[in-house]
């Protein structure tokens, strides 16, 4: 059973940071993508940023590149994104998702849409504000 559990999110000014951290279990794969996707009030559920397990390739929207770093630790098998630079219109529920497969180049493409990812975790709020 694939688990994800994600943690970090809270209250923050502008300017400020957050890392985000998903924790990952259950899986048998060593191929698969992980996801961070973040849904605010009334608005749709827009890609954040994604990594890959084959060969560590990143993907990050335009909202956040500069911002926002992707990594992953395989050792705790857990996802984090660093969150830098804070603003306003990056509050919102923050959600790790994976899906099983090879993935190479991420940074090259279009990122996964949500609707390629299988596995979803619970969400953690991220509020910035003054």
């Known amino acids: 059973q694939v688990q994800l559990v994600e943690s970090g999110g809270g209250l923050v000014q502008p300017g400020g940071s957050l890392r985000l951290s998903c924790a990952a279990s259950?899986?048998?794969?060593?191929?698969?993508?992980v996801g961070w996707f973040r849904q605010a009030p009334g608005k749709e559920r827009e890609g954040v940023s994604c990594i890959s397990s084959s060969d560590d390739s990143t993907n990050y929207a335009d909202s956040v590149k500069g911002r926002f770093t992707i990594s992953r630790d395989n050792a705790k098998n857990t996802v984090y994104l660093q969150m830098n630079s804070l603003k306003p219109e990056d509050t919102g529920i923050y959600y790790c998702?994976?899906?099983?497969?090879?993935?190479?180049?991420?940074?090259?493409?279009?990122?996964?849409?949500?609707?390629?990812?299988?596995?979803w975790g619970q969400g953690t709020q991220v509020t910035v504000t003054s």
């Open positions: 998702a994976v899906v099983v497969g090879a993935y190479f180049g991420v940074d090259m493409a279009t990122m996964p849409g949500s609707y390629e990812y299988g596995y």
């Open positions: 259950g899986f048998t794969s060593d191929y698969y993508l």
